[in-house]
């Protein structure tokens, strides 16, 4: 496990306008400097009228995306707004340590019941403190914010093992929510192996499986779904998961390890979205995994859930090289995260709908600094430096500056993979290794070239490993079938016609089929209004999906269905038109 770095890499194409749109919108104007207003929310005034509360999250959140973005371009005008930002919330830290903007008869450390989890957000909001603090100690070199991200955790530190307080006690769905200070723990122990951090991080493992209505690991450890784990909260429980992975890659537990294999082969294969979100809400909670067997075109994801599965997904990609976590790291950042994302880079859909309307919420919605966050941590998954050579996680046109063997190799990404299916490689500087590329798993097949000359590539652990000494100017070329593919759905609907929405009751509905649409790694959309309350479906027929045609069409590729025209849906950015959105069409 490593902390960030700063990255020689340019991101160009789909996803680098995103980045590009995100840099420029809400990350430089939501927060550029300490008289904004999610930072004054920590200012002794907003303080004592009681203006603080969960809202505190969006400090650390900016910080960490922050730093992120300056690594990613060394851009002073961004250093500038962290170093502002960080320097004041410095000064607003208490002499024992707390640092937060709650009153002080709120805070967590007033004992709660034992039987309950306290309803507040203090420890989650010192939780993104840390994450920023830390990042932004590893992006300027400054050691003085990791030593504030020390003295945060020396103060829950005392409040845990001199006080008794229990830290899933401190929060939200059974736990997790406190439990989930073990992400920033991690990354603080890389430059801080202290004992008050790891006395921390043992607790928050401990607690994990302690705690009566959780028992995170020893569950996930016996193949328990992650629906039936705690209250099944999407957004926390990845956070958990994410940490336990970091944990696992500092400390070796296999137990950790176990339990995230088998918890996201689980969110994998029953709880995500074509898309490639972990969804929920068609029976109970729009936050909470469904049970497994039920289904509904109306899934929805919490921008919040995607942002924290790719960050689960890319831990799991560092431990294992396996490029399955790739595939899904690529399948989310085109589809899940440009699906929530508007054109200027500012506003976020709180919740993206496959079929219906999307959700937005205003600008202090988490999920606004979760999707800006999201988009700079994509750059970050893009590449991999491993001992043979150079990955590639995500394709995308981008260039990618690193040392292999010594050597400075540089590789640009110059085709458009997305809209074409072609992958094509120029290496920059010469010498021997493996330019490793991800396989995609919606490509059931592939053509390797180098220079023109087919060849027999290697493929390996989900990559497509090409070995050899490379020479300036060498080309890679990788050609993936860009067809129309369909994925098919069952929709058994329980309780048909009772005004409450109950899958749990004996079934006494109706079962319907849907299929939706892809081609290459893109999932097509249309803008066509429909809603789990008021349902009004499309249907087509066998013979039409069977006669879907690809339009072709630079830069807007296009299916036409029946008499219907599908679109991209990472190109189809909310706000500024419809505000529904629908891909699974009813089978006749």
């Known amino acids: 496990m490593t902390l960030n770095v700063l990255l020689s890499i340019v991101v160009g194409g789909m996803l680098g306008h995103a980045v590009d749109a995100g840099y420029n919108g809400r990350l430089a104007t939501y927060i550029n400097s300490p008289e904004s207003y999610a930072i004054r929310l920590f200012s002794p005034e907003m303080i004592a009228k009681g203006k603080g509360g969960w809202q505190g999250e969006h400090a650390g959140k900016w910080m960490y995306a922050a730093a992120k973005a300056y690594e990613r371009t060394g851009d002073p005008a961004v250093l500038a707004r962290l170093t502002s930002v960080a320097d004041y919330l410095i000064t607003r830290q208490e002499k024992d340590g707390y640092l937060g903007c709650y009153r002080e008869d709120k805070r967590y450390y007033h004992r709660p019941s034992p039987e309950a989890m306290t309803v507040d957000w203090d420890t989650w909001i010192m939780a993104y403190l840390i994450k920023g603090f830390t990042e932004t100690s590893v992006a300027t070199g400054d050691p003085k914010y990791a030593d504030c991200a020390l003295r945060i955790v020396e103060f829950l530190h005392w409040t845990v093992f001199e006080q008794g307080i229990k830290i899933a006690q401190t929060g939200m ?15 603080l122990y890389l430059l801080r192996p202290e004992k008050v951090v790891k006395d921390m991080i043992d607790r928050c493992i401990f607690e994990l499986d302690d705690t009566p209505c959780l028992q995170l690991i020893t569950l996930a450890c016996k193949n328990y779904d992650v629906s039936l784990i705690g209250n099944g909260k999407i957004y926390e429980m990845n956070r958990c998961l994410t940490g336990m992975a970091k944990a696992y890659q500092l400390f070796g537990d296999e137990r950790l390890l176990a339990a995230c294999q088998n918890a996201w082969e689980s969110i994998r294969v029953n709880h995500l979205t074509t898309l490639g979100g972990p969804w929920g809400g068609i029976n109970y909670c729009w936050e909470i ?4 067997a039920e289904w509904a075109p109306y899934e929805c994801t919490e921008t919040c ?10 831990e799991m990609l560092r431990i294992s090289g396996d490029g399955k976590y790739a595939s899904e790291l690529e399948k989310s950042s085109y589809n899940a995260l440009m699906a929530a994302r508007a054109e200027d880079g500012n506003r976020w859909i709180y919740y993206v709908r496959t079929n219906g309307e999307l959700t937005p919420r205003g600008d202090w919605a988490c999920c606004w600094s979760s999707g800006m966050t999201s988009l700079e941590d994509v750059p970050v998954y893009m590449y991999d430096t491993r001992g043979d050579g150079i990955y590639v996680n995500i394709i995308c046109e981008s260039s990618y500056e690193t040392t292999v063997r010594g050597k400075k190799i540089k590789v640009q990404e110059l085709s458009d993979y997305a809209r074409t299916g072609v992958a094509e490689y120029v290496i920059g500087g010469q010498g021997a290794f493996t330019l490793a590329v ?10 390797a070239r180098v220079n023109g000359k087919e060849i027999k590539a290697r493929v390996k652990d989900g990559y497509i490993r090409v070995k050899r000494s490379w020479k300036e100017g060498d080309r890679l070329s990788l050609v993936f079938p860009y067809e129309i593919r369909t994925v098919e759905k069952t929709w058994e609907y329980r309780n048909a016609g009772a005004k409450e929405h109950n899958f749990s009751n004996w079934y006494n509905g109706f079962t319907r089929h849907y299929v939706t649409f892809c081609a290459g790694p893109l999932v097509f959309a249309t803008d066509h209004a429909d809603r789990f309350e008021d349902q009004h479906p499309l249907s087509l027929s066998r013979e039409e999906i069977n006669g879907a045609k690809l339009i072709r069409e630079t830069p807007l590729p296009r299916l036409q269905v029946g008499s219907v025209t599908l679109k991209p849906i990472a190109l189809m950015p909310p706000f500024d038109g ?5 891909i699974w069409f009813q089978i006749k």
């Not at 769905?173 to 990354?187: I, R, T, Y």
């Open 438 to 447: 991800h396989n995609p798993q919606w490509a059931d097949s592939f053509e």
């Open 173 to 187: 769905h059974s736990g997790m929510a406190g439990c989930g200070m073990l992400d920033p723990l991690c990354d």
């Open 289 to 292: 995994f469904n049970r497994p």
């Open 305 to 314: 859930s995607v942002m924290e599965w790719m960050h689960f997904t890319w």
């Open 578 to 582: 419809e505000m529904s959105r629908f």
